[in-house]
């Protein structure tokens, strides 16, 4: 708990994670371990399991209800947190997708989601 200080919450997890974000609401969060997307409520209830089938390396909140995840097999897959249906798999990289960032354009709903990879290309 930021306003106070003291740890609110604690969650032991089977294996270390590599990846954990809020989503834009604070209502829920996702945690990554390996290939395994797990999405949890603000009670650290599981909500969600998505197997992306390949290492997860980075994630975001793109709405609310959707995480975009950058795997070993050079696609950004795009999950709806709820349900865990995959929306989409972005290609454009020839390398492992290393980390992604979600830019607001101040217009309106939409941003631009800004991808890097080992191929060196953004």
């Known amino acids: 708990n930021l306003m106070t200080g003291k740890l609110a919450a604690s969650k032991r997890l089977a294996k ?3 990846h954990v974000a809020w989503s834009q609401s604070g209502n829920h969060y996702a945690v990554v371990i390996e290939n395994q997307l797990t999405v949890y409520n603000a009670k ?3 909500l969600r399991i998505i197997d992306s089938g390949s290492k997860i390396l980075c994630m975001n909140f793109i709405k609310d209800d959707v995480v975009a995840v950058g795997c070993d097999n050079k696609l950004i897959h795009f999950y709806d947190c709820f349900s865990g249906e ?3 798999a972005l290609s454009g990289h020839d390398a492992r997708v ?3 960032s979600l830019i607001d354009t101040g217009r309106g709903k939409s941003g631009l989601l800004c991808s890097a990879s080992t191929d060196g290309r953004l």
């Open 98 to 100: 290393r980390n992604m």
């Open 16 to 18: 270390p994670a590599s």
């Open 86 to 88: 995959l929306h989409h």
């Open 44 to 46: 650290s209830e599981v």
